[in-house]
């Protein structure tokens, strides 16, 4: 795949990048292991002003950073802004939190004195996808870089302006040359990268074959790795719920980013008894969206990163349908213009063996399931070999409480939608990944979590 800018709401071809050389990449490595040996010992004070700086970067030039994701990925523009406002946020959340994240932790035992230290590992390679392009790499970065290890980015071929403005903004924070490189590669050479003595651990986030190339590639060289991957989440609805906070919530939970988020809500899951209440509402909602121009403040839904994504969902919407799903509404691209744009779709009454039941579909299409009660709600919703996260909806605090004991999934929300915040732990079970992001089990990840005894 090309490393280069190509616009999804025209596919015009805007900039294209070379690929750092065997050479250049040789000497990005060695920087971040020369940057290492003394960035480690650098006080968590200074290294909390650079990060507060860094905050400030992304504060100040938001609406330029924001217009470059717009352009390279198709995120609305409004999106966008809201998405580097919140990569400032974690950056000042680790920047004050770190110092007590990595304080010694006394422990009594048969030693005089004993304690657990924390401390960093090296240089932490990780692969990002393009579908948020600051937040996914801003969530590791802050961490990481806060525990005293550096960064190697390695970010999406669609997505390459982004890299090297996030190279720039760390760089322009203060940070020490080679604390944080991006690396303008293609993912044939991932697995060179995990092999070298110089990467201690890595990390990913996208599809399940990226992720088991990477686990597989490290696991060769025992180095750790945390992978957030697909999802299919559920958004269960139960009768006694707040159905118009519901509805409401539920097409913000499946359209953010046109679709294209692994925490969507992408399985609605709805008691009959309002099944058709719901229903009536949600395509109502649907129907009302606008899709158009990303750059538009009046824009509700934008185009999809690549034409091969807008390919693949159609392919899985035209496949449910061939196979007894009802269209309620959308359900094919829109032809009539430019651009990778694909109608905001419903689908209903899914056959078995329908993809509805087992795929990730990554896009503007919401699956709409009717269940008899709460077993089958929880049933249905756990039938998935995905477990990122779920929301359910209840005003009855039995069936609330069999959600969060019940449901598999790396994240409970009851009344709300699914979101990463730094303050709480993210992450998936089964096929959806292993280990943690942000608050503190996200900084623990890439440290050596060390035993001291002294008699």
Same mark, same amino acid.
């Given at each position: 795949?090309?490393?280069?800018?190509? #616009?999804?709401?025209? $596919?015009?071809?805007?900039?294209?990048?070379?690929?750092?050389?065997?050479?250049?990449?040789?000497?990005?490595?060695?920087?971040?292991?020369?940057?290492?040996?003394?960035?480690?010992?650098?006080?968590?004070?200074?290294?909390?002003?650079?990060?507060?700086?860094?905050?400030?970067?992304?504060?100040?030039?938001?609406?330029?950073?924001?217009? =470059?994701?717009?352009?390279?990925?198709?995120?609305?523009?409004?999106?966008?802004?809201?998405?580097?406002?919140?990569?400032?946020?974690?950056?000042?959340?680790?920047?004050?939190?770190?110092?007590?994240?990595?304080?010694?932790?006394?422990?009594?035992?048969?030693?005089?004195?004993?304690?657990?230290?924390?401390?960093?590992?090296?240089?932490?390679?990780?692969? +990002?996808?393009? #579908?948020? @392009?600051?937040?996914?790499?801003?969530?590791?970065?802050?961490?990481?870089? +806060?525990?005293?290890?550096?960064?190697?980015?390695?970010?999406?071929?669609?997505?390459?302006?982004?890299?090297?403005? %996030?190279?720039?903004?760390?760089?322009?924070?203060?940070?020490?040359?080679?604390?944080?490189?991006?690396?303008?590669? $293609?993912?044939?050479?991932?697995?060179?990268?995990?092999?070298?003595?110089?990467?201690?651990?890595?990390?990913?986030?996208?599809?399940?074959?990226?992720? +088991?190339?990477?686990?597989?590639?490290?696991?060769?060289?025992?180095?750790?790795?945390?992978?957030?991957?697909?999802?299919? &989440?559920?958004? %269960?609805?139960?009768?006694?719920?707040?159905?118009?906070?519901?509805?409401?919530?539920?097409?913000?939970?499946?359209?953010?980013?046109?679709?294209?988020?692994?925490?969507?809500?992408?399985?609605?899951?709805?008691?009959?008894?309002?099944?058709?209440?719901?229903?009536?509402?949600?395509?109502?909602?649907?129907?009302?969206?606008?899709?158009? &121009?990303?750059?538009?403040?009046?824009?509700?839904?934008?185009?999809?990163?690549?034409?091969?994504?807008?390919? &693949?969902?159609?392919?899985?919407?035209?496949?449910?349908?061939?196979?007894?799903?009802?269209?309620?509404?959308?359900?094919?691209?829109?032809?009539?213009?430019?651009? #990778?744009?694909?109608? @905001?779709? =419903?689908?209903?009454?899914?056959? @078995?063996?329908? @993809?509805?039941?087992?795929?990730?579909?990554?896009?503007?299409?919401?699956?709409?399931?009717?269940?008899?009660?709460?077993?089958?709600?929880?049933?249905?919703?756990?039938?998935?070999?995905?477990?990122?996260?779920?929301?359910?909806?209840?005003?009855?605090?039995?069936?609330?409480?069999?959600?969060?004991?019940?449901?598999?999934?790396?994240?409970?929300?009851?009344?709300?939608?699914?979101?990463?915040?730094?303050?709480?732990?993210?992450?998936?079970?089964?096929?959806?990944?292993?280990?943690?992001?942000?608050?503190?089990?996200?900084?623990?990840?890439?440290? #050596?979590?060390?035993?001291?005894?002294?008699?």
């Amino acid at each position: 795949m090309a490393i280069a800018t190509i #616009n999804p709401a025209s $596919g015009e071809v805007l900039k294209t990048f070379e690929a750092l050389t065997e050479a250049e990449i040789e000497a990005k490595l060695e920087a971040a292991q020369k940057a290492f040996l003394t960035y480690r010992r650098i006080p968590m004070t200074q290294r909390g002003e650079w990060m507060k700086a860094a905050a400030d970067i992304l504060d100040r030039r938001k609406q330029e950073f924001a217009k =470059i994701m717009t352009i390279e990925m198709g995120k609305p523009l409004k999106s966008a802004i809201a998405e580097v406002e919140k990569c400032a946020l974690v950056c000042r959340f680790y920047a004050e939190k770190a110092e007590s994240f990595l304080a010694d932790v006394p422990v009594e035992s048969d030693a005089g004195r004993s304690f657990v230290r924390y401390q960093p590992l090296g240089a932490i390679l990780a692969v +990002m996808p393009w #579908n948020f @392009p600051f937040w996914q790499v801003f969530r590791f970065a802050a961490p990481a870089l +806060m525990a005293g290890n550096v960064g190697l980015l390695k970010h999406a071929s669609n997505v390459p302006q982004c890299a090297l403005a %996030i190279d720039e903004i760390f760089q322009e924070a203060g940070f020490p040359e080679g604390v944080f490189q991006t690396l303008l590669v $293609g993912s044939d050479k991932v697995a060179g990268l995990i092999a070298d003595d110089r990467v201690m651990a890595a990390t990913l986030t996208g599809s399940e074959p990226a992720g +088991m190339a990477l686990a597989s590639a490290a696991g060769k060289c025992l180095k750790k790795t945390v992978l957030e991957l697909g999802g299919s &989440d559920p958004f %269960i609805v139960l009768p006694s719920a707040d159905r118009s906070a519901a509805v409401s919530v539920a097409v913000a939970a499946r359209l953010l980013n046109a679709g294209q988020s692994c925490i969507a809500a992408k399985r609605f899951i709805v008691a009959n008894v309002i099944a058709d209440e719901f229903e009536q509402r949600f395509v109502e909602k649907f129907k009302a969206l606008r899709v158009g &121009d990303p750059l538009d403040d009046k824009t509700d839904i934008g185009p999809l990163a690549t034409a091969d994504i807008l390919k &693949d969902l159609d392919s899985q919407v035209q496949n449910c349908v061939e196979k007894g799903a009802r269209v309620l509404v959308g359900g094919h691209a829109l032809s009539d213009r430019p651009g #990778n744009f694909y109608a @905001p779709t =419903i689908l209903t009454d899914f056959a @078995p063996g329908s @993809p509805a039941y087992s795929e990730e579909f990554f896009g503007p299409v919401a699956l709409l399931f009717r269940v008899a009660d709460i077993d089958e709600a929880i049933e249905l919703a756990n039938s998935t070999s995905f477990g990122l996260g779920a929301s359910a909806w209840t005003n009855d605090a039995q069936e609330a409480e069999r959600f969060m004991e019940e449901l598999e999934a790396g994240a409970v929300f009851i009344n709300g939608m699914v979101k990463s915040d730094p303050r709480l732990p993210f992450g998936g079970i089964k096929r959806s990944g292993y280990g943690r992001e942000l608050s503190v089990q996200g900084i623990h990840e890439f440290v #050596n979590i060390k035993t001291v005894w002294v008699k």
